[in-house]
């Protein structure tokens, strides 16, 4: 089993950045990508950016690119979200998502298990 808490959420205003944290614990000592969805109220779970195994190896939602960066630190069991230049339509329910393999994903029928979620509130 493998247990992802998510945190950093919070209030920010529109231009404001946050950095998302997601620790892994648990069975992690085979290799594992990550993702970053997302869902709005009243609107389905989105991609928003997953990275391999390796930190080279990272893919973003068109919504997010160049404004958004994701990164870890395997040593920590750690993957993190960078959010620069946040919009009020980025406001959601951030999740933090784990897979086997070494391969990106941008499915969430690809993840094996899932964080509870933190909550991102960009105010115009």
């Known amino acids: 089993q493998v247990q992802l808490v998510e945190s950093g959420g919070g209030l920010v205003q529109a231009g404001g950045s946050l950095r998302l944290s997601c620790a892994a614990s648990g069975r992690t000592f085979l290799r594992y990508a990550m993702g970053w969805f997302r869902q709005a109220p009243g609107k389905e779970r989105e991609f928003v950016a997953t990275?391999?195994?390796?930190?080279?190896?990272?893919y973003y939602s068109d919504s997010v690119k160049g404004r958004f960066t994701i990164s870890r630190n395997n040593a920590k069991n750690t993957v993190y979200l960078q959010m620069n230049s946040l919009k009020p339509e980025d406001t959601a329910l951030y999740y933090c998502?784990?897979?086997?393999?070494?391969?990106?994903?941008?499915?969430?029928?690809?993840?094996?298990?899932w964080g509870q979620g933190t909550q991102v509130t960009v105010s115009s």
């Open positions: 990275i391999g195994w390796t930190s080279g190896n990272a």
């Open positions: 998502a784990l897979k086997w393999g070494s391969n990106t994903g941008s499915y969430e029928g690809e993840y094996d298990y």
